[in-house]
C-alpha cells in the first residue's frame, strides 16, 4: 500500500508561481509513474503532468504545456509540479496519483482508472 500526500496549494494571483508536492510513504513509488490530475468544480478530473518511474519524456496536457513542471525525486519518495505564469483557469483541486501496473514501464498512463493510489487533494486558486 501507498499512501500520498500533497502539499504547497493556496491562493495566488494570476501571473504567480506555486510548487506542489506529493510526498509518499508505505511501499516505495520509485518504480511507478506518477501523474498530477486537476479538477475544476463541475469538470472531469484530467491528467496535467506525468512523469515514468526514471522521470524521462514526462507528458503534459495542451492547458499547461510550458508552465508547469513535473519532476521526482525517488530518493525522497517524492514528486513535485513547478506551475509558473498561473492562470484563473488553472483553479483547481490537484491530486498526485500513483501507478502500480505500469511499474518500470516506459508507458505512460493518463487516465484514472489507471492509477492506484490517490493523495487527499490540495486546493489551489488563481484569481484574476
Known amino acids: 500500500q501507498v499512501q500520498l500526500v500533497e502539499s504547497g496549494g493556496g491562493l495566488v494571483q494570476a501571473g504567480d508561481s506555486l510548487r506542489l508536492s506529493c510526498t509518499a510513504s508505505g511501499r516505495t513509488f520509485t518504480s511507478y509513474a506518477m501523474c498530477w490530475f486537476r479538477q475544476a468544480p463541475g469538470k472531469e478530473r484530467e491528467c496535467v503532468a506525468a512523469s515514468s518511474w526514471n522521470g524521462g519524456n514526462p507528458v503534459y496536457a495542451d492547458s499547461v504545456k510550458g508552465r508547469f513542471t513535473i519532476s521526482r525525486e525517488n530518493a525522497k519518495n517524492t514528486v513535485y509540479l513547478q506551475m509558473n505564469t498561473l492562470k484563473p483557469e488553472d483553479t483547481a483541486v490537484y491530486y498526485c496519483?500513483?501507478?502500480?501496473?505500469?511499474?518500470?514501464?516506459?508507458?505512460?498512463?493518463?487516465?484514472?482508472?489507471?492509477?492506484?493510489?490517490w493523495g487527499q487533494g490540495t486546493q489551489v486558486t488563481v484569481s484574476s
Open positions: 496519483a500513483a501507478s502500480r501496473r505500469y511499474s518500470g514501464s516506459s508507458y505512460l498512463p493518463s487516465l484514472e482508472y489507471q492509477y492506484d493510489y
